[in-house]
């Protein structure tokens, strides 16, 4: 079992050893950071892939470390490999791996580029800490750290006022989640006396409905699930390579992984409130993804709609499996949530990293031109390209037999079981999915190229096509675990046990419900969006409902009115207080920082001289012994 | 023959000199110094290699000594009860040990670049560090109060050392004045206890009031004693001027600014923590006694302190006055142990010894790169002067950003765990109140010390801020230093050895 832990260590800390590397040498030289980078995406990806094929049989492995040890209190180090993380570091590892060479490519003309892939390790060595981490504690730690190194990958086009911005709206509105996730924490903590994923995994009875939702609070952040949405779009600002791995496949999905992992922890009633998030939260973003023209825009809004799936599977899913599921027969009821949820976390980050690369793609051949109306015929140019964003339209629009249909299928399911007005939502979620989804390839892709830059592109190199071909294949074959052997034997046996089939009769329903939701849905976007067309028709044709759309609901703007004259009238009146006492008075006269009104008074005896000094010595002392007589009354 | 040894046996029994080898060895070193100096007057890099070289020597045989468990353990009283080696003294000493090594080579890096006498600096570092380790273990007011005089009147010379700077000599003029008023407060509060417990008017007067096991057991019999009382409060303002804590702190921006930088990393860290030691020694022996009266002072004395201390650095611009501020918050966080200790947490000790060894790490990581970034003026470090260290010289900018984020306590750091290892002995202690409050005066101090480190990131536009500050290239031997003080403070965060068990 030595073998195991020291293989887990050497996953989470090679990334580590090459961000030192890049930040030690490769500061002035990009190409060495790259090339540095993309070493150790490949040896996290060899080796997690030897680890879950070779050297990991399935079973909960679990090793800790104090860390700090103080009496009562206890951090530990250590890892927690299940089926749940397993699943979990395949994903982060291969997937990570091609979007690091995809930004060998991308990145090549970057004048920054060793910060770009110094920030890539860093995320990478966050990320697999997050699913490895044994305990709340250390994993909150690593998911502060991947809020920081997504932070600074959102901002790295610093030169534009939108992605410094962009970057601290990440940032800040992720510490509002994260505010109550430690609370969560610390609550739980305090009711168990331990924060060990293991641990708690068996002795969980005492859980309530407010730690599980103060847990969920992190989610709410991480996976920018509603009302904390509002950063994902504009985190876009990012290079894409960045908007794929992070804001797409791993980092946004680690909300889910968290879910995932402390599923035991959630109550019918939070499980309830969990669902209703996710459905609205997937509702609203496919909603909005309509009025979108930049292509990045459009996929980010629908990463936010599939992330909703995967909140509102994980709701329903573990309320179905609690209630109803004992005795619908094969693995686990109670973690069909999970099962669904994780399922569509894995084919998710194959299509959508493939969306994202490809888009990446098709921004890098147009010369940085991200508006789809100034595109146009690009599957004519870009036949590669063209053809894998093709495969990962039908994955995402849920098309039968594509890994897209299996996940969500599995999750309309589970709904209907458990929440039939949820589950009416879901689906026509998906019927949007697929019609926003047609929109973009329809428009981007076919018909005639509508700016110079579209006439003139032509297809990228292979460090770009190759990661979009392999996720290409996954976005196709990722649903067939039961069948082939996609995955490692270990994570197969889970996603069997763990993802909820309808049974003989319900699949018939669920496949031609798919069929028509996928199909419908691609062809309403036909209808409506003329791949001709030079113009938005939904604009043009049904302004009330493209204004609607447009308008994203106005969260932007509440908060924004919030922030203007709520918050920062308060930051100014403290502003204010600060000048005047701290700034002020405080740094001659530093007595009068604490005591304002006498400050002033202190400031003209206060002038620096040594007298004064010993005099201000002298006053401490009768204080002092005011203070530990009670004024003198015990003394005399 | 045999008349002789037992002569000797019996000398032995109650002086023993061999005991106190680290600290002559120490002070003998300091006058070879000067004769070294006297001798060969070009000898400036060999002044610095005698010194670190034997102050090197007796920290590993120190530090040997402790791990092979050769030091005697015994509870017995040395000199006549003038000293009583324990555990904890000796864990001092070895501190006191180790960051005298780091000032001397400061030290160098400060008088390198100026026109001052050499040898003269690391004489009075290695006394004062002599007379400290000695502090550490008397037990005796009589041998305290000279003890602390060899040190105090020592820093008086340290802190007026650069003699062509007025802000040194100033400090230096403020630094006697401040100190030779609580001395002679110390003294005077060290009269009257010797006076109430001789008293023959008492319960059970002690024969010898000056020895703190003698004067505790009056003090236990007889709380309420009104001499007693202000004799252990004068005390007690003497050492709370040592180590800043509010009200006590008027004189620490200014000295700590006025002083030359290595001599302010010396207050910072050797006094304030000889000041802590001494606090924890007398008020978890002798003064145990006067616990109903002592606890809430110091409990206010611990609250003003940390607000005092993290406020009045937000508004500082000059470098070493923050240093000096937080400092002074810092002694209010330590001053948390010391109260958990009061209340009877059995580990509060290991908890302020494992901050001592943090804040000491990071504190000369911090000090480390300020000798190299300070103009020629020393006392003149502003914020500005830091301005595109990260990408000039991203190997100090590195070392600064450890240090910082460790006294910040940021995790996984070395300074996040001695800080959690203090709010932990406050909870145990009951003090729930005050954990919050420490909590709030971290979240502020990072305010400063990152506004600190926003300035090393910040890369300067030429045409706002002018040509970047020039920087001195650190030396291979400063490198290695820094680079181990940085990595001590990581791996101290990860592993702690049985430091705090």
Redesign the interface.
């Known amino acids: 079992m030595n073998d195991l832990s020291s293989l887990l260590s050497l996953i989470l800390l090679t990334p580590l050893v090459g961000a030192g590397l890049i930040w030690l040498l490769g500061n002035k030289r990009g190409n060495l950071a790259a090339g540095i980078s993309v070493l150790v995406a490949g040896v996290i990806m060899v080796a997690s892939l030897f680890l879950l094929y070779a050297q990991w049989g399935g079973e909960p492995y679990h090793v800790a470390m104090p860390w700090l040890e103080l009496q009562p209190f206890r951090l530990d180090l250590g890892f927690y490999l299940n089926g749940v993380s397993a699943l979990m570091l395949f994903v982060v590892s291969f997937v990570g791996f091609w979007i690091h060479l995809f930004s060998l490519g991308y990145m090549a003309d970057d004048s920054r580029k060793a910060r770009f892939f110094g920030g890539l390790s860093i995320f990478m060595f966050s990320m697999l800490g997050i699913v490895l981490a044994e305990n709340l504690f250390m994993l909150f730690i690593f998911w502060e750290l991947v809020g920081f190194s997504s932070y600074i990958l959102i901002g790295h086009y610093l030169k534009t006022q939108e992605a410094a911005s962009a970057s601290q709206k990440a940032f800040i509105v992720n510490r509002v989640g994260d505010f109550g996730f430690l609370l969560g924490i610390i609550l739980t903590f305090w009711t168990f006396g331990t924060t060990s994923l293991p641990e708690l995994a068996q002795h969980h009875s005492g859980a309530t409905t407010a730690m599980a939702l103060l847990l969920f609070c992190g989610v709410l952040g991480k996976s920018a699930q509603m009302p904390l949405h509002v950063w994902l779009p504009d985190a876009m600002a990012g290079p894409t390579p960045i908007s794929a791995l992070i804001h797409a496949a791993t980092m946004v999905a680690a909300g889910v992984f968290l879910l995932a992992r402390t599923y035991f922890l959630f109550d019918e009633t939070a499980l309830t409130v969990v669902g209703w998030v996710g459905t609205i939260t997937a509702l609203c973003a496919a909603i909005w993804a309509f009025a979108q023209n930049d292509i990045k825009k459009v996929l980010a809004y629908s990463t936010l709609s599939q992330l909703g799936y995967m909140v509102a599977a994980f709701g329903f899913g573990t309320l179905y499996g609690l209630t109803q599921g004992e005795g619908h027969g094969h693995g686990h009821a109670v973690w069909y949530g999970l099962g669904a949820a994780m399922f569509h976390l894995t084919t998710h980050a194959f299509f959508k990293a493939l969306l994202f690369l490809g888009s990446g793609s098709v921004i890098h051949a147009c010369h940085h031109e991200q508006d789809i109306w100034k595109m146009g015929g690009l599957f004519k140019k870009m036949p590669l390209t063209g053809l894998t964003f093709l495969i990962g339209t039908l994955a995402l629009s849920g098309i039968p037999f594509l890994a897209g249909f299996f996940s969500k299928d599995a999750i309309l399911f589970v709904t209907k079981e458990a929440c039939f007005p949820a589950f009416i939502i879901l689906t026509g979620t998906a019927v949007m999915t697929a019609t926003y989804m047609g929109r973009l390839f329809y428009i981007a892709f076919l018909g005639k190229p509508r700016s110079e830059h579209a006439e003139h592109a032509h297809e990228s190199p292979w460090t770009m096509v190759l990661p979009l071909v392999v996720l290409a294949v996954f976005s196709i074959a990722g649903g067939y675990f039961a069948q082939l052997p996609i995955y490692p034997a270990a994570v197969n046996e889970f996603l069997g046990q763990a993802v909820p089939h309808p049974s003989e009769d319900a699949e018939m329903t669920m496949l031609i419900i798919s069929l028509i939701a996928s199909l419908g849905g691609l062809a309403l976007a036909f209808v409506i969006w003329n791949p001709k067309s030079e113009r938005d028709a939904l604009a043009a044709k049904a302004r009330p409902i493209w204004a609607l759309s447009r308008s994203k609901f106005c969260f932007d703007e509440v908060y924004m009115f919030y922030v203007n004259q709520i918050q920062a009238r308060v930051a100014g009146i403290l502003d204010t207080l600060d000048s005047l006492i701290i700034s002020g008075v405080g740094t001659r006269v530093v007595p009068g920082g604490i005591f304002g009104g006498l400050g002033m008074f202190f400031r003209r005896l206060h002038t620096g001289n040594a007298t004064a000094y010993v005099w201000w010595f002298f006053g401490g002392v009768i204080l002092f012994f005011a203070v530990a007589t009670r004024g003198f009354t015990s003394l005399f | 023959m045999d008349a002789q040894l037992q002569i000797l046996s019996e000398f032995s029994s109650s002086h023993h000199w061999m005991w106190l080898w680290p600290e002559i060895v120490l002070a003998a070193l300091a006058l070879a110094l000067l004769a070294v100096e006297l001798l060969l007057p070009k000898s400036d890099r060999w002044l610095l290699r005698i010194s670190l070289g034997a102050q090197v020597a007796v920290f590993a045989a120190l530090i040997a000594g402790l791990v092979g468990g050769t030091l005697p353990t015994s509870d017995v009283a040395l000199f006549a009860g003038a000293i009583q080696p324990t555990l904890s003294g000796h864990l001092m000493r070895i501190f006191f040990v180790g960051c005298s090594i780091l000032v001397c080579f400061l030290g160098y890096l400060y008088l390198e670049r100026r026109p001052l006498a050499r040898a003269e600096y690391y004489h009075l570092v290695m006394i004062v560090t002599a007379a400290m380790m000695l502090l550490a273990q008397i037990t005796h007011f009589v041998a305290f109060f000279v003890a602390l005089e060899t040190v105090t009147i020592g820093f008086y010379i340290l802190v007026a050392y650069g003699r062509n700077s007025s802000y040194s000599l100033e400090a230096g003029?403020?630094y006697m004045?401040?100190g030779g008023?609580?001395s002679g407060?110390l003294l005077f509060g060290i009269v009257l206890l010797y006076g109430a417990a001789g008293s023959p008017t008492l319960i059970g007067p002690a024969g010898d009031p000056f020895q703190f096991g003698q004067l505790g057991a009056v003090i236990a019999e007889n709380p309420?004693n009104?001499l007693i009382?202000?004799g252990a409060?004068?005390v007690i303002?003497g050492i709370c001027?040592k180590i800043g804590s509010?009200?006590?702190?008027?004189?620490i921006?200014?000295v700590y600014q006025g002083a030359p930088t290595p001599t302010t990393a010396f207050l910072a860290v050797s006094s304030k923590s000889m000041g802590f030691y001494l606090l924890y020694v007398l008020l978890t022996g002798p003064f145990l006694g006067l616990q109903s009266?002592?606890v809430?002072?110091i409990g206010?004395?611990t609250y003003?302190t940390i607000?005092?201390g993290n406020?009045?650095a937000?508004?500082?611009?000059n470098v070493k006055r923050v240093i000096g501020?937080s400092g002074v918050a810092h002694a209010g966080i330590l001053l948390v142990g010391i109260l958990a200790a009061m209340r009877g947490v059995d580990?509060a000790f290991q908890a302020i010894f494992f901050y001592l060894i943090t804040y000491a790490l990071a504190s000369f990581a911090v000090f480390g790169v300020m000798c190299h970034v300070a103009p020629d003026e020393d006392a003149n470090q502003e914020r500005e002067h830091y301005f595109g260290l990260m990408q000039n010289h991203?190997f100090l900018g590195?070392v600064l950003a450890v240090g910082l984020g460790s006294l910040a306590g940021i995790?996984?750091l070395a300074g996040f765990?001695a800080k959690?290892?203090i709010i932990?002995?406050a909870f145990?202690a009951k003090l729930y109140l005050l954990v919050a409050f420490v909590l709030v005066g971290v979240v502020v101090s990072i305010f400063y010390y990152f506004g600190w480190l926003r300035a090393a990131v910040t890369n300067p536009h030429p045409e706002i801020q002018g040509e970047p500050h020039p920087v001195v290239a650190p030396s291979v031997g400063s490198r290695a230093l820094l680079a181990v003080l940085a990595l001590a403070s990581v791996v101290l965060g990860?592993?702690?050895g049985g430091l705090?068990?």
């Open positions: 003029l403020k004045i401040m008023f609580s407060l309420g009104p009382v202000i409060l004068l303002v001027f509010f009200p006590f702190q008027y004189w921006p200014d009266i002592l809430p002072v206010i004395m003003c607000a005092f406020i009045a937000l508004g500082q611009n501020m580990w991203p590195g995790p996984p765990v959690a290892a932990v002995a145990q990860l592993y702690q705090l068990s």
